[in-house]
């Protein structure tokens, strides 16, 4: 299990105390661990806040199973790849499947988490953007789960869907979901959405030639989600797209606050007073 919500609100918090203690110091060394310690409260509380609302929030559940069925007849209508079909292409190969069980339930945050440090340390300048790239995600993929349950392809067994989950004992919720409240919020994919923001902000950022490399990541996410069925395609689509959006929003924000950073920057731009007795003269 990951960090609980209250471990992670509790580390923040003394982290902060720390800033305090330490923000009026001019030694630059400390100002940077300052810096960094700020970065990484700022890093567990979102994270904390993430927790919380899985953990905490009521999302509506009525109509779970009828609009993932209704879903699965728009798949089908456009064309998708079966997801039964591709799940029963492995079902049945043991090391696979626990393999993609581990990897759907333990890769998404480490993943996140790595990308994170990478910019925080090597590029810093780009840190900042994909941070807020990233919690705005989070935002809009929750805001989307909690006003429309969807229930994963593998409530749906008469369907031919299987929980490969508890087929091999690797289920990161247990039988039946045991009353998790977001089980029937499959829509959108935060494990895709993250996987996808991890493959962009490395390729695009880093310089190496084996950046590419981390698109396997995303690849595997998408196979893991979709074999283990605990999503559908459209969940990973429309994961995208709140990734796309969040990314618009986080840099016409930075554009506007550049702007009036700019504009109403403190003894700039202020009118030059003109001495009274020379303007007579």
Not at 74 to 90: D, N, Y
């Amino acid at each position: 299990m990951w960090l609980p919500w209250r471990v992670a609100y509790e580390i923040a918090v003394v982290l902060v105390l720390v800033i305090v203690a330490l923000g009026r110091t001019r030694h630059r060394t400390i100002r940077i661990g300052v810096a960094t310690v700020k970065e990484l409260a700022i890093v567990l509380a979102l994270y904390g806040t993430w927790q919380y609302v899985r953990d905490k929030a009521t999302f509506k559940t009525v109509g779970a199973m009828e609009n993932a069925r209704s879903l699965w007849n728009l798949e089908q209508r456009i064309h998708l790849p079966s997801e039964v079909a591709l799940q029963r292409a492995f079902i049945d190969n043991r090391p696979i499947m626990q393999f993609l069980d581990v990897y759907y339930g333990g890769m998404h945050v480490p993943a996140a988490g790595a990308l994170l440090i990478w910019l925080f340390v090597r590029h810093r300048d780009k840190y900042s953007a994909v941070r807020t790239t990233l919690a705005l995600t989070i935002a809009g993929c929750l805001t989307i789960q909690a006003l429309v349950p969807l229930a994963p392809p593998r409530f749906l067994p008469d369907l031919g869907f299987v929980d490969a989950g508890l087929k091999y004992g690797l289920s990161v919720y247990g039988r039946g979901g045991s009353g998790v409240s977001n089980e029937l919020a499959a829509m959108p994919s935060l494990h895709y959405g993250w996987a996808l923001l991890v493959g962009i902000a490395a390729i695009t950022i880093s310089t190496s030639k084996w950046r590419w490399l981390v698109l396997v990541h995303a690849v595997l996410t998408t196979l893991a989600v979709t074999i283990t069925a605990n999503h559908w395609w459209m969940d990973g689509v429309v994961a995208a797209m709140v990734l796309g959006l969040a990314y618009l929003l986080q840099r016409n924000a930075t554009v506007v606050f550049g702007w009036l950073a700019a504009r109403y920057r403190p003894g700039e731009d202020q009118p030059i007073e003109q001495d009274p007795a020379a303007a007579t003269r």
